[in-house]
């Protein structure tokens, strides 16, 4: 810990759930680590909900490994409370409640943040939904908005929409005035998605999504496609695309594709991808610094909020893992940490 460091007593170990060798949500065990202090810039943080997210799976089967560096123990996003600042953190001091972005950690009972990729916990939430905010709201943030270029009137086609980050790309482009379709499994998930503010939901089960889609606009398609699928999804993404439309992938569930570029070039479209975990502080930082902006006053009002689906304590992260793998779920999943106060 650095000298320059404030701190309240803490212990010598904590409680982690990791994994050691890739496989199913079995692999997922609680053990005990040495407990570290905050370095300079950053802080450490009392976890009280860490959110659980789609490449916590993808790590745990041993097909993303955490950037050079980095722990271990997944987990990409917490809320709780702080109990060590280190050297140069000037915003934040023991006992302030922030929510945070972290490239691994999330899934223990102590977890250091660096002070930039932190934000205050917005007014009005809980520990638990704001455990839910930073990697979907980065996420679709970084792509929808920057990348994509969303604009007010535009039309967006939300794949996975009762997903978190379906769920939270259908509030955020509703809040900043763009018209979407968002696609689900089943009818109950459409309700879901229009509950959201979702103008039309697709079930991609037994509709076809790209005459959905050129039906819902009039012929004119979607000027933004937010896709999770790849796969066979990336030529029909082209298809529903609206004449120089962005489309932007931010998963890859099924796989490689084999398309046809000409699509791409008579239609002027682009396609763009992205991955988060990897960026530097600064560029996360810059991120944070437009949510506390422009979303954290819509969610302390109430006009946005995160869909939470369930929550599970820390050392039942197996059982999380096996309800994200159902896809059953709507809304983000949560793992319970510590009692909030």
Not at 75 to 92: D, K, M, N, P, S
Not at 174 to 198: H, M, P
């Amino acid at each position: 810990m650095s000298a320059a460091a404030s701190t309240t007593t803490l212990p010598p170990t904590m409680t982690v759930v990791a994994c050691r060798t890739p496989g199913g949500p079995e692999v997922l065990k609680p053990e005990t680590r040495e407990l570290r202090g905050p370095a300079d810039g950053e802080i450490l943080v009392r976890v009280v909900a860490a959110g659980v997210n789609r490449p916590d799976v993808v790590q745990r089967q041993g097909h993303y490994p955490p950037p050079k560096g980095v722990t271990d123990v997944p987990g990409l996003e917490i809320a709780g409370t702080v109990v060590a600042v280190g050297g140069g953190v000037g915003r934040f001091a023991v006992g302030d409640r922030v929510t945070a972005l972290v490239p691994g950690g999330g899934y223990a009972e102590y977890c250091p943040v660096h002070a930039e990729n932190a934000l205050p916990l917005p007014d009005g939430l809980s520990m638990v939904e704001a455990a839910a905010l930073p990697e979907t709201f980065f996420t679709v943030w970084n792509n929808v908005f920057w990348r994509g270029g969303l604009k007010a009137g535009e039309w967006i086609l939300v794949h996975g929409g009762t997903s978190g980050i379906g769920t939270t790309a259908i509030m955020l482009a509703k809040a900043f005035g763009a018209k979407v379709i968002a696609t689900a499994g089943s009818d109950e998930k459409c309700d879901a998605c229009r509950g959201l503010g979702a103008d039309f939901a697709v079930n991609y089960r037994t509709t076809d999504f790209v005459e959905a889609v050129k039906s819902a606009t009039d012929g004119h398609g979607a000027d933004v496609v937010l896709d999770i699928i790849a796969g066979s999804y990336v030529e029909r993404n082209w298809q529903a695309a609206a004449i120089e439309g962005r489309i932007l992938q931010v998963s890859v569930l099924e796989g490689p594709a084999t398309v046809d570029f000409r699509r791409l070039m008579m239609k002027r479209l682009t396609h763009t991808g992205s991955t988060l975990r990897i960026r530097d502080v600064a560029f996360k930082a810059a991120i944070a610094r437009e949510l506390e902006e422009k979303v954290w006053p819509l969610i302390a009002a109430g006009t946005i909020r995160p869909v939470i689906d369930s929550t599970f304590p820390l050392t039942d992260a197996a059982a999380a893992h096996a309800r994200v793998e159902s896809s059953a779920h709507i809304g983000k999943i949560v793992l319970t940490v510590a009692e909030e106060g």
